[in-house]
């Protein structure tokens, strides 16, 4: 892939990491009051922290000078696209609780780490290097958990708070009793925290294992 695709696309990339960082924002307004949401903030924070650290290793990874780091990381893009789709399909599913719905939820995250992995050993081969394949996956990984964070964001409803309250914000004041509509808000921030973490680790590992597999 030449490095001029590269280049063409880092850039929806980085603003799809930029659009999930708006939706956020949008979504813990008014800001000054994240602190009172669990441990002190730290729900809302963490995924606002982990996008801004995305948009700064997507922008310095797609804008390798390498010709084949970026025919890997081009590659990886084809099969992050897939695994991101899985990835909401969890999102989906999560919602159902059952043993069946489990063992969905588990096959499809395996089957996106396949992909994954699949991104790794391809990334290997065009660059001839176990070390480009693991970032190869966990280029991929970012990609998908950007896709998975974007519909989580977007799901979360907070034109719908608590009856005895007019403030969306005061209804953190009941979460130690059950306050289901900030329960639910802090599952969607800790779930999304949790796509943008483990998956580029998830990525880079099981990279790693295929790119040294198809070196056997």
Known sequence: MASGTMSFLRIPIVLLAAGDLALLAVRLRPWPEIVNLPVQGTSGFDPAICLAVYIVLLFWMGGSRDDKVQRALGSGVALAIPAGLLCVGFVYLSEQHSQQMLYMQIGVLVA???????????????????????????WSAMISALMAGAVILARIDLNNPPAQSTDPWKQYQGLAIGNQAIQSLVHSLNMTTGFLLISPLVGGAIGLIFALGAQD
Not at 118 to 127: Q, S, T
Request: aromatic content about 4%; overall charge positive; hydrophobic content about 50%.
């Open 112 to 138: 996106a780490s396949i992909c994954w992995g699949l991104a790794g050993m391809r990334g290997a081969k065009l660059a001839n290097s176990p070390n480009v394949g693991i970032a190869t996956g966990v």
